[in-house]
T-cell receptor
Framework: AQSVTQLGSHVSVSEGALVLLRCNYS??????LFWYVQYPNQGLQLLLK??????LVKGINGFEAEFKKSETSFHLTKPSAHMSDAAEYFC????????????FGKGTMLLVSP | NAGVTQTPKFRVLKTGQSMTLLCAQD?????MYWYRQDPGMGLRLIHYSVGEGTTAKGEVPDGYNVSRLKKQNFLLGLESAAPSQTSVYFCASSSGTGRYNEQFFGPGTRLTVL
């Protein structure tokens, strides 16, 4: 079975600081990994996904994530935080059913202060 | 192109009442999903469908029923609502086969059961 662990339910950064949101996964098959963002009172929006083509994945809004098999990690980063990045971020892993079902982490709320 | 829409946006029920949540997508997607989101729990899969006329159980199916009579619609029913079903419900859709296919999410339905 697949699972995802997100370290830290809340992360606080200052505007302009590095953003690092951690995600570790467990998968019995080569994983496909996703990061989604949820702005207040909205649905989830895909930030980026890892599909084995490249270990460093670039997404929207300046975010990127690096797949590290040896560490079973897929951490999300952004060099410089903006106030508009304040949101909840979810890491997810696709299961091996072939039906694109996802197992989500519990989420990390990113707080950005001026 | 509206994407994934959900009806209603908000609903308050009394314990024991029934209701149906409607999800519609206009992207001709084969797969559709229902999740619930609770604080600190991330998103958990309730039921999903891999095509018209098909449904399958997810991680937390108890107390819910679903139907997919038309490809574009996926209905989630609560026959006898309980306070434990107070949650935000999200519908999503995906284009089909392939573990790398992203899911597109609706805006959510906030349900309160008193």
């Amino acid at each position: 079975a697949q699972s995802v662990t997100q370290l830290g339910s809340h992360v606080s950064v200052s505007e302009g600081a590095l953003v690092l949101l951690r995600c570790n996964y467990s998968s019995s098959v080569p994983p496909y990994l996703f990061w989604y963002v949820q702005y207040p009172n909205q649905g989830l929006q895909l930030l980026l996904k890892y599909t084995s083509a490249a270990t460093l994945v670039k997404g929207i809004n300046g975010f990127e994530a690096e797949f590290k098999k040896s560490e079973t990690s897929f951490h999300l980063t952004k060099p410089s935080a903006h106030m508009s990045d304040a949101a909840e971020y979810f890491c997810a892993v696709s299961d091996n059913s072939g039906y694109s079902t996802l197992t989500f982490g519990k989420g990390t709320m990113l707080l950005v202060s001026p | 192109n509206a994407g994934v829409t959900q009806t209603p946006k908000f609903r308050v029920l009394k314990t024991g009442q029934s209701m149906t949540l409607l999800c519609a997508q206009d992207m001709n997607h084969e797969y559709m999903y229902w999740y619930r989101q609770d604080p600190g729990m991330g998103l958990r899969l309730i039921h999903y469908s891999v095509g018209e006329g098909t449904t399958a159980k997810g991680e937390v199916p108890d107390g819910y029923n679903v139907s997919r009579l038309k490809k574009q619609n996926f209905l989630l029913g609560l026959e006898s609502a309980a306070p434990s079903q107070t949650s935000v419900y999200f519908c999503a859709s995906s284009s089909g086969t392939g573990r790398y296919n992203e899911q597109f999410f609706g805006p959510g339905t906030r349900l309160t059961v008193l």
